[in-house]
C-alpha cells in the first residue's frame, strides 16, 4: 500500500553530458570501451555522484515509486527526446530536446542522447530540488524561463497511471514545466501542453524509518471522511510504504491512501505500519473516536392546527443538518382523547384541543403543534373542477355550457362542495363573469357561481398551477370523499388541460403526479382521495391511469376522442345529491353511461343518427400495480424476441391491426394509442409473440376495468388504451421515464418506435 501524502519533489542534478562518457556507453562491447567506463566511473565519483551502469530505464507510473538517490531523466515519450542542457531561445531559457532511443511501447529508454541531463534525486528537509554538478539549484525565472540557481527551486510532480507527468514549481506564476512539441523544448508553461515523462536507471539506495507518527484529526463524525498521513523519521526516508488497518472497521474503515470513513459511533485502533531496515516492522497506533452528527434543530411544518372531527392531517418533521446521525422521532398526543397521532399523522378524535410533540430520538430537540378540534363533522363530498378553457370556450363557449349545466341542478346538499378553477381560454363568455386575463376559484351556492378568489393568470398547463389549486381545495373544502375532474384538451401520453394563452402549455401526466405530490404534502393529505375523471380526449391509458393510481382510488376516462360538449354533469350530479352516500363505482358507472348517452343525442342532431364513437370506462386504479407488473414482464419477454428491426416490423404489424383512437383527418392517428384488449387477443393468436406473458396481462385487465361502455361505431373497446411508438408523429420529449411508470415498455418503444425528430 502507498502512503497518501503528496510527494515534492527537489532534484539533485548530475550533468553527465561529457561525450567521452556516452560514447562508451554505447559501445560497451569491447574491454577498451570497458576501460573507459571504469575511468569515467572513477572520474565521476570526484565530480558527482555516480553514472547508472547499466541501461534501460523504464518508464515511472507512479510518484510514490521514486526515492532520494533515483537517477532519472525528463522525457517526452511522444516524441522520443528528453530534457537537456538549457538552451536559449530569443532569450528565452528552456531545456533542450535530445533524441533518445526509446522501446516501441514508450515504456523503456534503451539508450541515451550524449547531451541528455540524468538526474540525481536528492533529499533536503522532507522535499526534493534540482541542482547541477557545480550544486546550483535548477529553477524557474519567469513563466516561460527555466535558469540555474534563479527563482523558486521547489517542483511538485504528479504522475498519472500512464506516466504522464506534471511537474509543477511550487511558485505558482512560474507555472508548470510541460514538453513543447512545436519548439522541441522543455520549460515552463501557464497553458497545458504535452505532459512529460520521468524514466530512472537507477534506484537510490535505501533509508529506512527508524520511528514513524500519524498525522490527522482523531474524531470523525458519522458518514464523513478524514486523512491521515505519517510523518518519518528520519525525515530524508526514502522507504514511506505504508499500510493502513483499522481494528473495527464497523466504526471506521481506512484505504490504502490513509482515507478514513466514519461509519458508526465508537472507538477503532488505527495502525500505520512501514518496513523498516532487516525487514523489522515500524508501527504506530492512534485510538480514533467516530461520533454520531447531532440534530441542531427539529421544526415542525405547523405549529398549530384547526381539524374537524374525524379529519387527518399529516405533520411533517424538518431536521437539520440532513446528515444528521439519528433522525427517528417520538411522536406524542397530549390529549389521544382528543387527537392522536402515529408517524406524524394526527386523526380528529373529539372536540377539544391538544398538543402534538415531536421528539427527536437522541431526546435533544423538541417541536410542537397546538391543535383544536373543533365540532364539526367533515362534509360529505367535494368536487373540484381543473376547467382550461382554451379553445373549446372561446370558439364555442362550450365550458361555460358545462358550468350551465352543473348549475341547473337543484337541491344541492349543505354538505356536497362543487368548487372550479377556471383559466386557459383567450375569451369567456359573459354570462358568469369568468375572466380570460386572471384565475380564478369559484364554488357553487344556490344555483349560483360564486368566487372565492382570483389570482394573476398563470398556465394552467403549469404542474405549479394544478398544485395550487389542488392545495386549495384539500384545505379549504375538506369532505370525506373528493373527486377531481380534469377539463379541456386530452392527448394521452402527451397530457390534457391545454392552455391555449401560454402557447398550449399542457399539464403532462408527470407534471400532474408531481403536483399531487407536493399538494398531499402541503395540505397533508395521507390516504387517496376518491377518484379523478378525465374530460379529456384519449386518457383511458395505461400510463395515465397508472400514475394517477398513487393519490386515487379509482379514474373514469374515455378511450376515444371526446366531443367538446364533454360530461352529462347535470344527470350525474342529480343522482349524487339525491344520495350522498352512493357507492363510488357507481356514481362514476353513472358519469359513463350518461356521458355516452349524451353523445348519442349529440351525433343524431348534427345528423349522424347511426354514428356513435363515444367510449368512457371506469377504473379500480387499486389493480393497476398487479397490471404494471403483468405489463412489464410482458415487454421483457418481448424485448427477448424483438431483436431486430424487422422483428419488430412484425410486431408493428399487429399492433397496427388493433383497434386505434384519437383519429384526425389531417395526420392519421398521431397519438398512437391502442385498444389493450385488441392487442391481447392479437398477441394470443400469434405464433411469434404468444409467449409473451400475455395471459396475466389480461387477468389483470379485467380487474382494472370494472366498467365499460361506448357507442355502437367502437366496435368491442376494452376499456383501457396502451401507447405505443409506430406512426412517427409522437415524440421522445412526451415519453421521459417521469412520465409512465411502464420502464420496459419505454425503453421498447425508445429502441424501436418511430418519433418525430425535431
Given amino acids: 500500500m502507498k502512503t497518501s501524502k503528496k510527494l515534492l519533489l527537489f532534484f539533485a542534478l548530475t550533468l553527465l553530458t561529457c561525450a567521452s562518457c556516452s560514447n562508451s556507453n554505447k559501445n560497451s562491447n569491447t574491454s577498451s570501451d570497458s576501460t573507459s567506463n571504469e575511468n569515467s566511473a572513477s572520474n565521476s565519483q570526484n565530480s558527482g555522484p555516480e553514472i547508472p ?177 505519517v510523518k518519518f523519521t528520519p525525515y530524508n526516508t526514502n522507504r514511506k510504504v505504508v499500510t493502513w488497518e483499522s481494528s473495527d472497521t464497523s466504526v471506521a474503515t481506512i484505504s490504502d491512501t490513509g482515507k478514513v470513513t466514519a461509519i458508526k459511533q465508537g472507538t477503532s485502533t488505527i495502525t500505520a505500519t512501514v518496513i523498516g531496515e532487516n525487514d523489522v516492522l515500524v508501527q504506530k497506533s492512534i485510538i480514533l473516536t467516530v461520533e454520531n452528527v447531532p440534530i441542531s434543530s427539529l421544526t415542525l411544518n405547523k405549529t398549530s392546527l384547526d381539524l374537524v372531527i374525524n379529519q387527518t392531517y399529516k405533520l411533517t418533521a424538518s431536521i437539520l443538518p440532513d446528515d444528521a446521525t439519528n433522525k427517528n422521532i417520538i411522536w406524542n398526543s397530549s390529549n389521544p382523547s382528543v387527537a392522536t397521532v402515529t408517524d406524524g399523522i394526527v386523526e380528529a378524535i373529539s372536540s377539544g384541543t391538544s398538543t402534538i410533540t415531536a421528539s427527536s430520538e437522541d431526546g435533544t430537540k423538541v417541536a410542537s403543534c397546538n391543535v383544536e378540534v373543533k365540532n364539526q363533522l367533515l362534509d360529505d363530498y367535494t368536487i373540484m373542477i381543473y376547467l382550461s378553457g382554451t379553445d373549446l370556450e372561446t370558439d364555442a363557449g362550450l365550458a361555460t355550457e358545462n358550468i350551465a349545466e352543473i348549475l341547473s341542478v337543484d337541491n344541492m346538499p349543505d354538505n356536497i362542495n362543487i368548487i372550479i378553477q377556471t383559466g386557459g381560454a383567450k375569451k369567456w363568455s359573459t354570462k358568469y363573469g369568468i375572466s380570460s386575463t386572471t384565475l380564478q376559484r369559484w364554488h357553487v351556492k344556490n344555483n349560483n357561481l360564486v368566487m372565492d378568489d382570483e389570482l394573476p393568470n398563470a398556465s394552467m398547463g403549469a404542474s405549479s398551477t394544478f398544485q395550487s389549486f389542488m392545495e386549495w381545495g384539500l384545505t379549504e373544502y375538506p369532505a370525506s370523499k373528493t373527486g377531481v375532474i380534469l377539463w379541456g384538451h386530452g392527448g394521452a401520453v402527451v397530457g ?14 408527470g407534471e400532474a403526479h408531481y403536483a399531487l405530490e407536493k399538494a398531499f404534502e402541503e395540505a397533508g393529505i395521507t ?173 389483470a385487465l379485467e380487474e382494472v376495468v370494472i366498467h365499460n361502455v361506448y357507442g355502437k361505431n367502437s366496435a368491442d373497446a376494452g376499456g383501457l388504451n396502451f401507447f405505443c411508438a409506430i406512426s412517427g408523429y409522437g415524440s421522445r420529449s412526451s415519453y421521459l421515464a417521469s412520465e409512465t411508470y411502464f420502464d420496459n415498455w419505454r425503453e421498447l418503444n425508445s429502441t424501436y418506435g418511430s418519433w418525430y425528430r425535431y
Fill in 496 to 509: 390534457c388541460c391545454y392552455d391555449e394563452t401560454y402557447d398550449y402549455d399542457q399539464l403532462t401526466s
Fill in 53 to 229: 551502469e547499466e541501461l534501460p530505464w523504464n518508464l515511472i507510473t507512479d510518484e510514490a515509486e521514486l526515492h532520494a538517490g533515483d537517477v532519472i531523466v525528463i522525457a517526452s515519450g511522444k516524441d522520443s527526446v528528453t530534457a537537456g542542457e538549457i538552451g536559449f531561445e530569443n532569450n528565452t531559457q528552456y531545456l533542450v530536446a535530445e533524441n533518445s532511443t526509446f522501446a516501441s511501447d514508450k515504456k523503456q529508454i534503451t539508450s541515451l542522447s550524449s547531451g541528455t541531463i540524468q538526474f540525481t534525486l536528492g533529499e533536503e528537509d522532507g522535499v526534493w530540488t534540482l541542482a547541477n554538478e557545480n550544486g546550483e539549484l535548477l529553477g524557474a525565472t519567469s513563466a516561460r524561463e527555466l535558469a540555474w540557481d534563479s527563482g523558486s527551486t521547489t517542483w511538485e510532480i504528479s504522475i498519472a497511471s500512464d506516466g504522464n507527468a506534471t511537474i509543477k514549481n511550487t511558485n505558482s506564476s512560474f507555472g508548470t514545466l510541460y514538453y513543447n512539441s512545436i519548439k522541441s523544448n522543455f520549460r515552463p508553461f501557464t497553458s497545458v501542453q504535452t505532459y512529460p515523462q520521468i524514466y530512472r536507471g537507477k534506484i537510490g539506495d535505501p533509508i529506512y524509518a527508524t520511528s514513524i507518527e500519524i498525522i490527522g484529526n482523531t474524531k470523525v463524525l458519522v458518514g464523513y471522511e478524514t486523512q491521515l498521513s
Fill in 527 to 699: 390516504n387517496k382521495l376518491e377518484w379523478i375523471g378525465y374530460d379529456c380526449c384519449l386518457m383511458a391509458t395505461a400510463d395515465v391511469a397508472d400514475l394517477s393510481s398513487d393519490y386515487f382510488e379509482y379514474m373514469v376516462a374515455s378511450q376515444e376522442s371526446e366531443p367538446g360538449e364533454g360530461w352529462d354533469y347535470d344527470n350525474w350530479l342529480d343522482d349524487l345529491y339525491a344520495n350522498t352516500e352512493i357507492e363510488t363505482p357507481d356514481l362514476l358507472k353513472e358519469i359513463a353511461n350518461t356521458y355516452v348517452e349524451k353523445c348519442d343525442a349529440y351525433y343524431k342532431s348534427w345528423g349522424y343518427s347511426n354514428y356513435n364513437d363515444a367510449t368512457m370506462s371506469v377504473l379500480d386504479l387499486s389493480k393497476m400495480p398487479i397490471f404494471r407488473e403483468a405489463w412489464e414482464n410482458m415487454s421483457l419477454n418481448l424485448s427477448k424476441i424483438i431483436i431486430s428491426t424487422s422483428k419488430w416490423s412484425k410486431f408493428k404489424s399487429y399492433v397496427n391491426g388493433c383497434q386505434k383512437f384519437g383519429y384526425d383527418s389531417s395526420y392519421g392517428y398521431p397519438y398512437d394509442v391502442f385498444d389493450i384488449k385488441d392487442f391481447i387477443e392479437a398477441m394470443k393468436e400469434s405464433e411469434d409473440f404468444s409467449s409473451i406473458g400475455i395471459e396475466d396481462v389480461e387477468t
